[in-house]
């Protein structure tokens, strides 16, 4: 599968000549009639593309059903492609608008705070306001705003290095299924996964806000989370990059509505996974709490009782994938005793 092109700004720190590239390059890709959905923090990048309707913002209870009505108006409006400027979840609802209009999809993020940002999923909330991670459209192009990403809250930075700690403990999960007979591991994915944790690694243990006003951390971040996104659709899922501690975080989602942004919530997963493995997770805790990642359920307002009940329905979000949490089988019992012992 076609991996995407990507283009980097960086040229200067002006928004507005970022811009102008864009569309530059836009029309260098041969796309002329983009249909743009963008983020309020993408609004300078939309009006700078010239389309022949008006950019779309999703509120923020844009689902499913607004992603097929989106991609319906695509169509009706001649469109050749979707554009989509934003963080996350303006991403992912890019993604899939594209996928139910049978378009190419480019995207532009705002910020770095997940490796949805080429990956073949789209998570977007259904019908009962749940986040649902759904196969949708991998995007062709990735354009990177260096000067808007440079400005973008330390806590995107966070979360953006919180979903590429989850690599190795995903890969982990990968292996543990394959020795029990139930997935083949594809190396060329595999290798994609470990070499975007192997770029961000040394980072994890330094002051954030410094690392956050280097440019040059900015790209090395942006590089990473592309080269997990690439990880998954070499793979055509996310199994590279997703394991126990996904489902913990969808769980949180399901449960509670989410606590916090994706990569936070897929960091403090990654305690359970490192315990669960019998290793001890107080190394990682004290990475995450310098890193400003929740590294105790209390950060993300979750009680004992709501952490046991998040523990016991994280296996139930990804039916069919076999990880760490599977081989345990926890019960009520098992998973109290689990919360004691990493947090006594």
């Known amino acids: 599968m076609p991996l995407p092109e990507v283009f980097l700004y960086d040229a200067s720190d002006s928004v507005s000549e970022a811009s102008a590239d864009l569309a530059a390059t836009l029309s260098e890709l041969g796309t ?172 994890l243990d330094e002051d954030l806000a410094s690392c956050a006003s280097d440019p040059e951390f900015v790209k090395l971040l942006a590089q990473a989370l592309i080269l997990s996104g690439e990880s998954m659709i070499a793979s055509g899922d996310s199994r590279p990059a997703s394991g126990a501690e996904h489902e913990i975080s969808h769980a949180i989602d399901h449960l509670y509505g989410g606590r916090a942004l994706h990569g936070e919530q897929v960091a403090f997963g990654c305690i359970f996974s490192v315990a669960l493995y019998g290793d001890d997770p107080a190394g990682l805790m004290s990475r995450l709490r310098r890193l400003g990642l929740p590294a105790h359920p209390t950060d993300l307002g979750l009680d004992a009782g709501a952490t046991e009940a998040v523990l016991l329905e994280a296996p139930e979000t990804r039916p069919g994938r076999f990880t760490v949490l599977e081989d345990a089988d926890l019960d009520p019992r098992s998973a109290r005793a689990l919360i004691a012992r990493i947090w006594s």
Not at 73 to 81: E, F, N, T, W
Not at 93 to 120: E, F, M, N, W, Y
């Open 32 to 203: 002329e009639a983009p249909f743009v959905i963008a983020s309020h923090h993408g609004a300078v990048y939309a009006h700078a593309i010239k389309t022949a309707s008006d950019p779309r913002t999703p509120g923020p209870r844009a689902d499913q059903d607004w992603a097929m009505d989106t991609g319906s108006a695509a169509k009706r409006a001649g469109a050749d492609s979707i554009v989509a400027i934003g963080g996350g979840r303006v991403l992912d609802l890019g993604k899939l608008v594209a996928a139910r209009a049978g378009l190419k999809v480019i995207v532009v993020p705002t910020q770095l705070s997940h490796d949805g940002i080429c990956s073949p999923v789209a998570v977007v909330l259904d019908d009962d306001g749940r986040s649902q991670s759904l196969g949708a459209v991998e995007p062709s192009a990735v354009y990177l705003p260096i000067p808007t990403l440079m400005n973008a809250p330390l806590t995107s930075f966070a979360a953006g290095l919180g979903d590429l700690i989850a690599n190795p403990l995903a890969l982990r999960d990968w292996r543990l299924a394959a020795e029990h007979g139930l997935e083949e591991i594809d190396q060329p994915a595999w290798d994609l996964s470990a070499e975007a944790y192997s770029i961000i690694e040394r980072y």
